[in-house]
């Protein structure tokens, strides 16, 4: 089994005599030890309630129990102390006569860890028998052209199996587009590790299936296995393979975190946003995962420790990410969520923290010019994307190139009138925005070699007197001191949270 499921069970009886336990699954029954809560911290991934709680009990079920992972027996009469817990870790409601079948099927979906990669266009293989043109747009894909034939054959495939245990499944997402003649197909094929490699299934996602916003799930019901991918196309005209996603699937309980949401836009470009409420208590803290190869989300930790309400945002497109600018529909997406969570939690912008690291900085001030938060908290800033491309060539030679693609992706050109339009699309929001009740706290590289000028710019934008800024600088380049710039992010953090909202 590739991943554990922690389950903590609460009731009069322990349900590990009276019920069949997968083999998977380590069962806990009423376990509550404040004395070691802070020497051990134990997470559970899901709990189980079969009868009131005390308000002991909920805080520390709070604590230790992820949200989207509650479950309470619906023949309960709530008290006040378990209808809280039910709206703080986001609780559903189960029949009794239904445990049975939610241990045996869906409490697999609720494992501990999250993985997910986006196969970088070099990994893809281009078919030795496409006699089409073929150009490489950096990490922004592959474009084909020319006859793909009458039947489906092989186009290309992607070296490096996946991995996948059993009972597992995977969520494949293709990033693409094509002209109408042309068709186009996903072809999974399991390799069975225990003989040799052998070919034991292969699943075929059509034309019809691909070209939906959906993921196309997998599932291995055999034994240890490697995944091979492969594309196969018909037709004539264009087909512009830009990327290919894989994540371990919770089948539909949510992408990496359980509740966490995927949006699609029309265009098939992603966005992922996980939201907990916490104690429901201001501020609700949202916070930009920084630019990384790995999916997932990034802050967990730090923001579920404060105990108030938190949203993560995370952004998978290009390498790494594509730094939270795009589309009217992208942007319109991400605005939506945070107006949602906000007015379900009857928050104003004075109880609204945004903040960030590299990649993460940029979604904070961007987004922060939409909604003027109480404060934004950033490290190492990145500002000037259209900047960040300029300085690749002199001052980074060789060292993160994927700048350039979010500088074509968002332009469609490289030339110097380009980096100064991307660097404008930040500046005139920013300057649009009411700062006058917002804190920046930014800590930066005084010699950083992506966007030396990024806090300097910000000083000259903000057009107030009223403002107040906690700027620190450290020796270096942009990388030279990532744990010290963490640091000063997080003690800061906790700082404003102890100062303006009174939590410790």
């Given at each position: 089994m590739?991943?554990?499921?922690k389950?903590?069970?609460i009731g ?16 806990n029954?009423?376990?509550f030890?404040?004395?070691?809560d802070e020497a051990?911290?134990t ?11 005390t308000a002991d009990?909920?805080v520390?079920l709070?604590?230790h129990v992820?949200?989207?992972?509650l ?14 817990l ?7 409601l189960?029949?009794?006569d239904?445990?049975?079948?939610f241990?045996?099927?869906n409490?697999r979906?609720?494992?501990?860890k ?7 266009m ?16 950096g ?8 006859s793909?034939?009458?039947d489906y054959?092989?186009?290309g495939?992607f ?5 996948i ?13 094509k002209s109408?003649?042309v068709e ?14 052998q070919i034991r299934d ?6 019809a299936?691909?070209?939906g ?7 291995n019901?055999?034994g240890?296995?490697?995944v091979?991918?492969?594309l ?5 005209g264009v ?12 089948r539909?309980?949510?992408?990496f ?5 995927r949006?699609?836009?029309s265009?098939?470009?992603?966005v ?5 409420p ?10 930009f995962?920084g ?6 989300f ?13 949203i ?9 990410g ?17 107006k949602?969570?906000m ?18 900085s ?9 909604f003027?938060?109480?404060s934004?908290i950033a490290?190492k ?9 300029s300085?690749?060539?002199?001052h980074?030679p060789?060292?993160f190139s ?5 500088l074509?992706?968002?332009?469609e ?7 100064t339009e991307?660097?404008d699309r930040?500046?005139?929001?920013f ?6 009740d917002t ?6 590289m005084?010699?950083?070699?992506y ?5 300097r ?15 620190r600088?450290?020796?270096g380049?942009?990388n030279?001191?990532t744990?010290?710039?963490?640091e ?6 906790r700082?404003?949270m102890e100062?303006?909202?009174s939590?410790?």
């Amino acid at each position: 089994m590739f991943g554990e499921v922690k389950v903590l069970q609460i009731g009069e009886e322990n349900y590990k005599t009276e019920y069949e336990l997968p083999e998977y699954v380590d069962w806990n029954y009423e376990v509550f030890d404040s004395d070691a809560d802070e020497a051990i911290f134990t997470q559970y991934d899901v709990c189980i309630v079969d009868r009131n709680i005390t308000a002991d009990e909920a805080v520390y079920l709070r604590k230790h129990v992820r949200a989207y992972s509650l479950f309470v027996l619906d023949d309960i009469e709530q008290n006040s102390n378990l209808a809280f817990l039910m709206r703080s870790r986001v609780g559903t409601l189960l029949k009794r006569d239904e445990l049975q079948g939610f241990l045996n099927d869906n409490i697999r979906n609720y494992y501990t860890k999250f993985y997910g990669e986006k196969f970088d266009m070099n990994r893809f293989v281009i078919s030795h028998k496409f006699e089409g043109g073929v150009s490489f747009e950096g990490h922004r894909g592959v474009i084909l052209s020319g006859s793909f034939g009458d039947d489906y054959s092989q186009v290309g495939f992607f070296r490096q199996n996946i991995p996948i245990s059993s009972n597992q499944a995977l969520d494949f997402f293709l990033e693409y587009e094509k002209s109408e003649d042309v068709e186009l197909q996903m072809e999974i094929v399991f390799l069975d590790r225990a003989k040799s490699y052998q070919i034991r299934d292969r699943v075929v996602f059509d034309d019809a299936k691909l070209s939906g916003l959906e993921e196309c799930t997998v599932e291995n019901n055999g034994g240890e296995a490697l995944v091979f991918v492969s594309l196969n196309a018909r037709g004539c005209g264009v087909l512009n393979i830009k990327s290919l996603h894989d994540r371990w699937s919770r089948r539909g309980v949510g992408t990496f975190l359980p509740g966490a949401k995927r949006l699609v836009t029309s265009d098939r470009e992603e966005v992922f946003i996980y939201f907990e409420p916490g104690d429901l208590k201001p501020p609700l803290n949202v916070y930009f995962s920084g630019y990384s190869t790995r999916e997932g989300f990034e802050g967990y930790g730090m923001l579920r420790d404060f105990g108030s309400p938190f949203i993560l945002i995370s952004d998978q497109r290009l390498e790494g990410g594509g730094y939270y600018i795009g589309s009217k529909e992208y942007e319109e997406n991400i605005e939506h969520e945070i107006k949602r969570v906000m007015k379900e939690l009857s928050f104003t912008k004075a109880d609204l923290v945004m903040s960030g690291i590299q990649m993460g900085s940029t979604g904070a001030i961007y987004y922060g010019a939409s909604f003027e938060p109480h404060s934004i908290i950033a490290g190492k800033p990145v500002f000037n994307l259209g900047s960040v491309a300029s300085a690749g060539r002199i001052h980074r030679p060789g060292v993160f190139s994927s700048a350039i693609d979010v500088l074509r992706k968002n332009t469609e050109k490289t030339v110097p009138d380009a980096m100064t339009e991307l660097n404008d699309r930040m500046w005139q929001k920013f300057d649009k925005a009411n700062w006058n009740d917002t804190t920046f706290v930014i800590s930066y590289m005084l010699d950083d070699d992506y966007d030396i000028d990024a806090y300097r710019n910000m000083l000259e934008h903000v057009d107030s007197n009223h403002v107040k800024i906690y700027g620190r600088g450290l020796s270096g380049r942009h990388n030279d001191n990532t744990a010290g710039i963490i640091e000063w992010f997080a003690s800061e953090y906790r700082k404003m949270m102890e100062r303006d909202y009174s939590r410790k």
